[in-house]
């Protein structure tokens, strides 16, 4: 490949790149004037569980206007993710066969749906179960006000760990689809793996052993998942 071939194909990635930020920046301002309405959709689980007289709180003065803005930002970008899987595949399609094209689509929309699959379950079940813990767990002197930056965070770090760690599938199958590592090996690894799935769940997660567990364990569960679909390459 020459270097006007080389140069040629940057171009054309930050096209598409532009045009990914361009509709990442058009969604930001479309869901701008909704920013307090979305905070207040994120916060619903923590806010039905806190006892009566309790609220959410702001500790910084331009926490109010910042974080809804922050999360905002967050939204425009898992939402735009699948017109940035789209336009990677526009840009890798004209190189690809045609047994890889059949290969490369499906995987881009199984990691488009895991990703969401993973942010929905982190959100819709994960959260409530911590929340209501946490709350409960609160001794009876304690009027609990939970900081709105500081609840962002945790719902930000903890949606976007399971939205990665659900890619498990896809990560499995293209470990043994390309011939970095047998099926029967990863099959023999897996007392170590699954080790190495609490390991992560306790890096990526809050320090408590819930989030941890929702986490380690899908992770392992879909790693058995990888391993059912995959088959070692020919």
Sequence with gaps: MNSSSVSSHLIELRSRLIKTLICMGVLTIIGLPFASDIYSFVASPLMSVLPSGSSMIATGVSSPFMAPIKLTLFVALLLSMPYFFYQMWLFMSPGLYKNEKSLVLPLMTST???????????????????FSFFINSAPDSIVVMTDISQYLNFVLKVTFAFGVAFEMPVAT??????????????????????????????????????????????????????????????
């Excluded at 488009?112 to 911590?130: E, R, S």
């Excluded at 090996?185 to 990526?204: E, H």
């Design 173 to 234: 199958y293209l470990i043994i689809r390309s011939g970095i590592a047998k099926k029967e090996k990863l099959k023999k690894a897996r007392p170590y793996l699954i080790v190495l799935f609490f390991i992560l769940g306790m890096l990526l997660t809050p320090p408590d052993v819930f989030s941890q567990l929702f986490l380690a364990i899908p992770m392992w569960l879909l790693f058995e998942l990888g391993l059912l679909i995959s088959k070692d390459k020919i």
């Design 112 to 130: 488009i749906f895991l990703f969401i699959a993973g942010v929905a379950f982190a959100y819709y079940v994960v959260c409530p179960i911590i």
